[in-house]
C-alpha cells in the first residue's frame, strides 16, 4: 500500500478511512514507526501548512488531530514494542482559576499528531501539580493555557514555580491563550507564545530542537 493515500486521508480528516488504512498498512507490514513518520506526521505538517495559509480553520484541524488520534491507538502497541521514542515530552494544562479546555485540547491533539507524548492535566491546574508532573515524566516542555484574565498571575505564578524548582531536566515553558501575547510570554520568563495550535507545534519543534 502506498502511503500517501493514508496521508491523504489524514489530511481531509477522514477518521474511518484512517484507521483502516493504518491497520492495512501493519498488515502489508509496513512499521508502525514509518506509518507515523512518512504518513501521518507528514500529513499532520500537510495540516497545520494548510491552517498557515488560510485554506484550513480550526473545525478541520479538529478533524485532522481526530483521526490521528484514532490511528494513534492502533499503533500505539506496535509502536511501545518497536521502543519508539518521541520527539519530546510535553505536559499541558489550563492555568489555576481557569476552566477552559478546548483550545487546549485541540493544541494537545495536534502536538501528539506531530510526535510528542502529551501528559494533560485538564484544567484549573495548580503550579505544583504541573512541577510534579515535570518531575514524575521528566518532560522537556510544558505548555500552558489561560482565556481568562483574571487568571493570568497564576500563568505567572507557575512560570515562576517551574523556574524556581529543581528539575531533573531543563525544561522550556510555552503559553498560549486569547489574552496572551509574546510580550507577557517574555515578562513572566517563558520560552515562548504561540497564538494557535499550528504555532505551538512549530513553536514546540523548535524549543526541543535547542536543547
Do not use: C, W
Amino acid at each position: 500500500m502506498d502511503l500517501s493515500i493514508l496521508k491523504q486521508a489524514l489530511i481531509e480528516g477522514d477518521d474511518r478511512q484512517v484507521v483502516d488504512l493504518t491497520r492495512r498498512a501493519l498488515d502489508e507490514d509496513h512499521s508502525a514507526q514509518t506509518i507515523l513518520n512518512d504518513a501521518l506526521i507528514s500529513g499532520m505538517q500537510k495540516v497545520g501548512e494548510l491552517f498557515e495559509q488560510g485554506e484550513y480553520f480550526v473545525p478541520e484541524l479538529l478533524l485532522a488531530a481526530r483521526a490521528m488520534q484514532s490511528a494513534m491507538e492502533v499503533l500505539r502497541s506496535p509502536l511501545a514494542a518497536s521502543d519508539y521514542q518521541p520527539m519530546g515530552k510535553v505536559v499541558m494544562g489550563t492555568v489555576q482559576g481557569d476552566l477552559h479546555d478546548i483550545g487546549k485540547k485541540l493544541v494537545a491533539m495536534m502536538l501528539e499528531g506531530s510526535g510528542f507524548e502529551v501528559i494533560d492535566l485538564g484544567t484549573d491546574v495548580p503550579p505544583e501539580r504541573f512541577v510534579a508532573a515535570v518531575e514524575e515524566s521528566g518532560a522537556q516542555l510544558v505548555g500552558l493555557s489561560a482565556l481568562l484574565t483574571t487568571t493570568l498571575p497564576a500563568m505567572e505564578a507557575t512560570v515562576g514555580a517551574l523556574r524556581e524548582a529543581e528539575l531533573p531536566t531543563q525544561v522550556r515553558v510555552m503559553i498560549g491563550g486569547a489574552p496572551l501575547t509574546s510580550t507577557f510570554a517574555q515578562d513572566v520568563g517563558a520560552d515562548g507564545y504561540a497564538p494557535d495550535a499550528s504555532s505551538a507545534v512549530a513553536l514546540a519543534r523548535r524549543l526541543v530542537a535547542r536543547d
